[in-house]
């Protein structure tokens, strides 16, 4: 089998690159391990969480965690058409203006947050029209929470009274403030990366999607990637990629394709048996994510997002969405966020707080039997770091992941401070008359070590990988270069959430799409 382009992965990422290049008339070949989209929690924005641990989910986990006491965390990917846009909560963020400028200053020319700004108006079809901070016309559709509940506009308010800006729109400059965010819908149904730039791709005569297709891993010929290995059904294919393969599988998986690949760091590579085709330390290393930990409130009020996926209510939910595309099915949960600063000595803001009118605990798998509600904050710059190994030479067997999750003390404090905040808007009006009871951490839990310990045991991450392929000048130190090419290799891109050097200060689906957008302008030679 030949083509022009081998793109791995139809998530966030792949699907705008296959689209783009399709396009501009290349043969392009687009694999994705998983089944189609076609589903009704996918279409749903209110039942995302239903998708998790499903065969539209990887389903990760990590190893036990050092600092979180041997706890494994729960670390859910999207294995479907879309990708991980397919079962997320819609949040539509591009990180700070200094995440990009920070890019640049690290010797990624290009990068910086005016070349970048440019890029996300582009891909833009914002519901609010054109102006100096979005685009409209453009494939991703990004509009305002369609029917925002009542409690998140009571979390807005509180914040704002309790002396955070008011913040009508996150993305015009610092996002530092309260309000509803955007989110990636189309009239109140998911808009994913396969909605927005996939489907519209199909038509293209050189685009051929494969579904249920596993990669296996790449193929060299001295230093040049050729090609590579896919599982179809019970049958390994091989594929030639005349102009290269683009590795777009996500912070976990690209890593994982490039040792499989003999590329990588020599040592894990022969203690695995596995032949050193092009040595590239960093392969694997530097994982990040956002913490996060949450509070939860036995709410005072029974009209709650809690059990509205449970019947009798569910039915009329669901037909007013068939109908309208509004009310509670409509929403992504998290509607409503805060930015701000753990310590008021910061050039700025280092916390995400989402709020859900809602009881939202292990990842939505835990539903309480009375009504609640759910926020808490992520540290946007954490400083622990994981690393992503092979568990064996067998590409079928998920990858080894380490977290390394609170190993930093600084991540603690910055955690334990979003509490401190997060108690002070519970206690904050119009919020306080709608929340009875703080049940976790719980009042009796007051104690800097106590509420340390509580931390350890809680924290969870965000769902926002990156840093693994990590992209920068210097081979040593990094795995691709400024355009997204393999340091070292020719024929070989990433474009994903793996190049991130130092992870976005936001939800990562939009910068990833930037990231691609950037990816498919330097290949088609329009930057």
Not at 259 to 281: F, K, N, T, W, Y
Not at 381 to 389: D, Q, T
Request: net charge neutral; aromatic share 8%; glycine share 10%.
């Amino acid at each position: 089998m030949r083509t022009d382009w081998a793109v791995v992965g139809a998530g966030s990422a792949g699907c705008l690159l296959a689209a783009r290049l399709s396009a501009a008339g290349h043969r392009v070949l687009l694999l994705e391990a998983g089944p189609s989209d076609r589903h009704p929690c996918v279409r749903i924005p209110a039942l995302f969480h239903r998708l998790f641990r499903t065969r539209r989910d990887w389903e990760f986990w990590s190893e036990p965690e050092p600092a979180l006491g041997g706890r494994r965390l729960f670390l859910p990917r999207g294995r479907t058409l879309g990708g991980s846009s397919s079962i997320n909560a819609m949040v539509y963020a591009r990180g700070r203006p200094s995440d990009w400028d920070d890019l640049a200053a690290r010797g990624c020319p290009g990068w910086a947050w005016e070349d970048i700004l440019p890029v996300f108006r582009a891909l833009e079809d914002n519901a609010r029209g054109a102006s100096a901070w979005h685009g409209a016309g453009g494939p991703l559709r990004v509009e305002d929470p369609r029917s925002p509940h009542f409690l998140s506009l009571a979390f807005v308010e509180a914040a704002c009274r309790a002396g955070h800006p008011r913040r009508e729109d996150f993305h015009a400059g610092s996002p530092e403030g309260a309000g509803l965010f955007q989110l990636t819908q189309r009239r109140g149904r998911r808009w994913s990366s396969a909605d927005a730039f996939l489907r519209p791709a199909l038509r293209h005569p050189g685009l051929d999607l494969r579904t249920g297709a596993r990669v296996l891993d790449l193929e060299l010929e001295g230093d040049h990637v050729t090609g590579l290995r896919f599982l179809e059904g019970a049958q390994v294919r091989r594929v030639r990629a005349e102009a290269g393969v683009l590795l777009c599988a996500g912070a976990f998986q690209s890593p994982q394709l490039l040792l499989l690949s003999g590329i990588g760091d020599p040592a894990q590579l022969e203690e695995r048996g596995l032949r050193v085709r092009h040595a590239l330390p960093a392969v694997g290393r530097h994982l990040q994510d956002h913490p996060a930990v949450g509070l939860h409130f036995r709410a005072a009020t029974r009209r709650t997002l809690t059990h509205a996926d449970r019947l009798p209510g569910a039915l009329l939910h669901g037909l007013r969405w068939l109908l309208l595309r509004t009310g509670p099915a409509a929403s992504n949960v998290a509607e409503a966020g805060l930015y701000a600063r753990s310590r008021a000595d910061l050039p700025e803001c280092d916390l995400e707080f989402h709020f859900a009118p809602a009881m939202y605990e292990e990842h939505g798998f835990r539903r309480p039997p009375f009504h609640g509600v759910s926020y808490g904050a992520a540290f946007l710059k954490p400083r622990s770091e994981g690393r992503v190994l092979l568990r064996s030479a067998d590409p079928l067997e998920p990858p080894a992941i380490l977290t390394n999750t609170l190993q930093h003390p600084e991540d603690v404090e910055a955690l334990l401070a979003s509490v401190r905040i997060g108690r002070e808007l519970a206690q904050t009006e119009p919020l306080a008359s709608f929340l009875e009871e703080e049940l976790d951490p719980g009042p009796e839990v007051q104690e800097p070590s106590e509420l340390e310990g509580w931390l350890r045991s809680r924290v969870e991450l965000l769902y926002h990988p990156v840093g693994t392929c990590r992209m920068g000048p210097d081979p040593a130190g990094a795995v691709v270069d400024p355009r997204l090419r393999v340091h070292g290799l020719q024929g070989l891109y990433v474009a994903d959430a793996s190049i991130f050097p130092r992870i976005p200060g936001g939800n990562t689906h939009a910068p990833v799409l930037a990231v691609a957008a950037r990816a498919a302008e330097w290949i088609l030679g329009s930057a």
